[in-house]
C-alpha cells in the first residue's frame, strides 16, 4: 500500500451555499429519476461492482480524514450510474450522484487512474461546490435547474439533443455553471489526491491521468473528452500534482495494469457499442502474429473483448473458444479467474445452456458467490433452468440490505412469478419502480397488488397484503410530494 504523504494544509473554500443539504438531494433525486430513463444508461453487474470496489474505499477514506460530514454522509445517494457512452466523462451531480461514461474505464490502464477521476468528483460534492454553483443561479426554480442540468449533460453528448430539455441559450448557462471555478478545481485535486493513499490506491494515478488527458488536449479536443471542457487541465494544477510524488516514488509511466483492470475496461469498451466492424477486428485480434508476445494484461484483455464480441454477435463457438483461452492465461490471478468466471457463465446463458451456467457458478464456493454480479448471473441462470425456488433466499436477503437496487427486485419479481405467487412478484414488481424514483408507476403496481389480493379469498398472503398497504400509503406520499416540486 503506498505510503501517506505529510501535506501543507490548505484553507477549503468555506460554504457559502444557500442551498440545504435536503434541497440538494431531492434536486438531485430528480435529474437522476430521468437520467435511470435514459437509453444509455446501463446496469451492469460486472462494471458496475468494479467500481464500487474502487468507490468505497474513497468514501470510507473521506470519512475518516472529516472530508465528509456526518451530514452529508447521511442525506445523500452515494450512488454511481453508468452511461453506455464512448465518450471519456464522469461528472458529479446534486445530492452526491456520480455518473461515469463507459468511455473512460474503457480508456483508464489502471484502477488507480480510475480512482483519481472518482477522488476528484467525490471532492467536489463533499466541499458542496455543486449547491454553491446552484446557489449562483438561485433565482431559478428547483424544476428548471434540474432541466438545465440535464440540458448540459445532453449537450455534452449531442449538441442537438439539448433543445429537448431546455430552451434557448439557458443549457449553455448552466453548462457554463457546471464547469467549476480554477479555485473549486484545485480544491477539488488537493482533497482528492489526499483520499488516495488513505483508500489504498497509489497517488501517482492523479499525475498519470492528467497526463493522460493532458495528451488528448495537445491532439485538440474532438468532442470525446468533454471532460477536458468541464474540468480543464492548467499548468499549475499539473505542476501540483507533479510535484505530490516524493523523489524516488515509481514514476506514473510505470504504473502497471492488472489483469482484472484490463478485462474491466475491455468489457466497457465492448458495451459501449463500439459497432459490429469494431467487434469483428476484436475478435480477430488474438490470431494477429504479434498477439503472443504483448503482455499478459493486454493478451487478457484482447480475449476478452474477443469472446464477449462474439457472444454479443451470438457465436457462441467462437465465444466459448476465447474464453477458453482467457481461463488458461489468468488461472493463477484469482481477481482476473472470477472475471473470466463470470464471462463464460453469460455465455452459455446467451447459449441457451442455463444448466452449464448454473454449472459454472456452483463451482465458486468462496466469498465471491454472496456478491452482486455473481446474484444476478444465478438468479437468471435459475430461472432459465426452471429452478427458480432455488435463487428466492438470496434475493431477499439482497434486497433487505439493498432495498434501491431495482435489477434485483424485478429478478424476485420474475422469481416469483415462477412459482406462482402472483403477489409477491407484483409486489416486487411495485418495489423496483420505486427504486428508480417512478412512484407513480410504483403505486400503480401496489394498486393492482391490492386488486389481487381482494380477489384472492381466503388463501391470500395477509403479511404480503399488509405489507403492500403499507408501502402503498408511503409511496403516495411520496408521489405526491414528487408533484408538488413541479
Not at 504504473?255 to 459490429?276: F, I, K, Q
Request: charged share 20%; no cysteine.
Amino acid at each position: 500500500m503506498p505510503v501517506a504523504i505529510a501535506q501543507t494544509a490548505l484553507p477549503t473554500l468555506g460554504d457559502p451555499s444557500d442551498l440545504t443539504t435536503s434541497a440538494e438531494r431531492r434536486l438531485g433525486d430528480r435529474i437522476i429519476r430521468e437520467l435511470y430513463r435514459d437509453p444509455d444508461y446501463i446496469d451492469d453487474p460486472v462494471i458496475a461492482d468494479y467500481v464500487q470496489g474502487i468507490w468505497r474505499p474513497l468514501l470510507a477514506a473521506a470519512k475518516a480524514r472529516g472530508e465528509l460530514s456526518p451530514e452529508l454522509d447521511e442525506r445523500f445517494a452515494w450512488e454511481i450510474l453508468l452511461g453506455r457512452d464512448r465518450t471519456v466523462n464522469a461528472f458529479a451531480l446534486p445530492g452526491g450522484y456520480l455518473g461515469v461514461h463507459l468511455g473512460l474505464i474503457g480508456v483508464v490502464t489502471t484502477r488507480d487512474e480510475l480512482a483519481s477521476v472518482l477522488a476528484h468528483e467525490l471532492s467536489h460534492v463533499t466541499q458542496r461546490h455543486i449547491s454553491r454553483l446552484i446557489t449562483q443561479q438561485s433565482k431559478q426554480t428547483p424544476l428548471l435547474l434540474g432541466a438545465m442540468i440535464l440540458g448540459a449533460l445532453a449537450a455534452s453528448k449531442n449538441p442537438g439533443a439539448t433543445q429537448a430539455l431546455v430552451v434557448g441559450g439557458q443549457a449553455l448557462a448552466m453548462q457554463n455553471q457546471l464547469n467549476f471555478s480554477r479555485d473549486m478545481e484545485r480544491e477539488a485535486d488537493r482533497i482528492g489526491y489526499g483520499l488516495m493513499a488513505p483508500a489504498g490506491f497509489a497517488p501517482q494515478g492523479f499525475v498519470s491521468m492528467f497526463d493522460k488527458l493532458q495528451q488528448a488536449n495537445r491532439l485538440n479536443d474532438n468532442g470525446s473528452w468533454p471532460y477536458l471542457r468541464s474540468h480543464p487541465l492548467t499548468t499549475e494544477r499539473m505542476a501540483d500534482m507533479h510535484s505530490r510524488i516524493p523523489p524516488g516514488e515509481l514514476p506514473a509511466a510505470a504504473m502497471p495494469s492488472t489483469l482484472e483492470h484490463a478485462m474491466v475496461a475491455a468489457r466497457a469498451r465492448v458495451l459501449a457499442n463500439p459497432g459490429v466492424d469494431t467487434l469483428r477486428q476484436w475478435i480477430a485480434e488474438p490470431q494477429s502474429s504479434g498477439f503472443a508476445a504483448q503482455p499478459a494484461p493486454r493478451r487478457a484483455a484482447v480475449l476478452y473483448a474477443a469472446a464477449l464480441g462474439s457472444n454479443q454477435l451470438r457465436d457462441a463457438a467462437g465465444a466459448r473458444t476465447a474464453a477458453k483461452k482467457l481461463e488458461e492465461l489468468v488461472r493463477n490471478d484469482a481477481p482476473a479467474q472470477r472475471l473470466a468466471k463470470l464471462l463464460a457463465t453469460e455465455i452459455e446463458l446467451a447459449a441457451g445452456d442455463a444448466a452449464a451456467a448454473v454449472s459454472i457458478l456452483a463451482t465458486d464456493t468462496g466469498s465471491s458467490t454472496h456478491r452482486r454480479p455473481e446474484l444476478v448471473l444465478r438468479s437468471q441462470a435459475l430461472l432459465r433452468a426452471g429452478r427458480a425456488a432455488e435463487g428466492t433466499g438470496a434475493l431477499q436477503t439482497w434486497v433487505a440490505t439493498h432495498p434501491r437496487d431495482a435489477t434485483a427486485w424485478q429478478l424476485l419479481a420474475s422469481t416469483w412469478q415462477a412459482q406462482g405467487q402472483a403477489l409477491r412478484a407484483v409486489r416486487a414488481e411495485a418495489e423496483a419502480h420505486a427504486a428508480r424514483y417512478d412512484y407513480a408507476a410504483a403505486v400503480d403496481r401496489f394498486k393492482a397488488g391490492q386488486d389481487l389480493a381482494r380477489r384472492g379469498g381466503p388463501q391470500v398472503d395477509h403479511i404480503e397484503a399488509s405489507i403492500i398497504d403499507t408501502r402503498l400509503r408511503a409511496v403516495e406520499s411520496l408521489l405526491r410530494e414528487q408533484a408538488a416540486e413541479r
